[in-house]
């Protein structure tokens, strides 16, 4: 058969039989000496059949003329240990593509930098009021929203909510948001303080805290967390605004976990609570409306407590909607507090 006609038989190219006779794995039965044309036999076509498989599964030249020299043991074992280098490649590749995966993944996600202390310090403030009961997972989480040169840490446990902005290095295509639970958010808190610089990276289903420490992986709560900034947009404006000392008014509602507090407004601010303390005058600078609205301790103290700096600015709209409190010289931490229901004191407007 001609070179062409034995190919085609073959199912291989006519530059393979070439090669194959250059390096002496296959010789031509006959060469014509006048043209150079090469012949093959129909019994040299089994041998070349079978290198075609022995290429097709990667083995070397070397190794295919060990093959075909050798008793079939030895082709057995030549091929089971081809087999198993091919699928350790196949693995290591698949891991590789996986990891390019993730690498082109995270290019796309948000990537934060701030300084640890600043961090740590907004997780004490807002931690506090995550839910504690477990009745809706998502609410014993801390909310982390990142977009454009600003982090958001959100809390809430339905009567509390704790919003804390701060400036930050952002870099990313779109905002994006995580639920940390509260308590993992807080056991990371002094790890996190301890970095000169923290860098956060949002994963499918987790966040990535990495520092001059190290680096921490917080699990993520895969369940969406309420709408909190529609509260915050539907407040109506306030009527009063109260301005006091943050020490003394502690100071004056006292330590009772149970206690009642009614804050009396009228040009002053006087607090009675209902574990029978005398009412306490605090010294207030207060603008707008007088008014007497009252909470449970269990709410307004920890609101009182995340703040920082020496004085606190609270936001009355009505007696049955959310107070606003604010620490006066650390405007982007917010805390809304329910108010509760009290009798009305003689002269003020009482909570529905």
């Not at 650390?330 to 009305?344: E, F, H, R």
């Amino acid at each position: 058969m001609t070179i062409g006609v034995f190919a085609r038989a073959a199912n291989v190219t006519t530059s393979a039989l070439r090669f194959y006779d250059d390096c002496g794995l296959v010789r031509p039965a006959s060469v014509d000496a006048a043209t150079g044309y090469r012949y093959y036999s129909l019994e040299q076509l089994d041998e070349v059949v079978l290198i075609r498989h022995l290429r097709d599964a990667g083995l070397p030249l070397g190794d295919v003329r060990r093959l075909l020299a050798g008793p079939v043991e030895a082709a057995e074992e030549l091929l089971a240990a081809r087999l198993r280098t091919m699928e350790q490649a196949v693995e290591a590749a698949r891991a590789a593509a996986a990891a390019a995966l993730l690498a082109i993944r995270d290019r796309e996600r948000a990537v934060v930098s701030l300084p640890g202390r600043v961090l740590a310090e907004a997780i004490g403030q807002v931690v506090a009021a995550a839910d504690v009961t477990g009745d809706i997972p998502v609410l014993g989480g801390v909310l982390i929203e990142a977009a454009a040169a600003e982090l958001t840490l959100v809390a809430t446990d339905r009567y509390r909510l704790a919003v804390r902005s701060m400036y930050a290095e952002v870099r990313c295509h779109v905002p994006a948001a995580a639920v940390v639970a509260a308590a993992t958010l807080d056991d990371a808190r002094r790890w996190i303080g301890a970095q000169d610089s923290v860098e956060l990276r949002f994963g499918d289903a987790h966040v990535r805290l990495a520092g001059p420490g190290g680096e921490r992986r917080l699990s993520t709560i895969e369940e969406p967390y309420p709408s909190y900034r529609v509260v915050l947009e539907e407040l109506p404006e306030p009527l009063t605004r109260v301005v006091a000392p943050r020490g003394l008014l502690l100071s004056a509602i006292g330590d009772d976990p149970e206690a009642r507090l009614d804050l009396a407004v009228d040009g002053g601010l006087t607090i009675r609570s209902s574990a029978g303390h005398e009412p306490a005058a605090v010294p207030a600078d207060v603008a707008g409306e007088p008014v007497a609205i009252s909470f449970m301790f269990s709410t307004l103290h920890p609101a009182l407590t995340a703040g920082v700096g020496p004085d606190v600015m609270l936001r009355i709209s009505r007696p049955d909607l959310p107070v606003v409190v604010r620490s006066a010289d650390d405007g982007d931490l917010t805390t809304l507090v329910m108010p509760a229901k009290a009798a009305t004191p003689h002269g003020h407007r009482g909570a529905s």
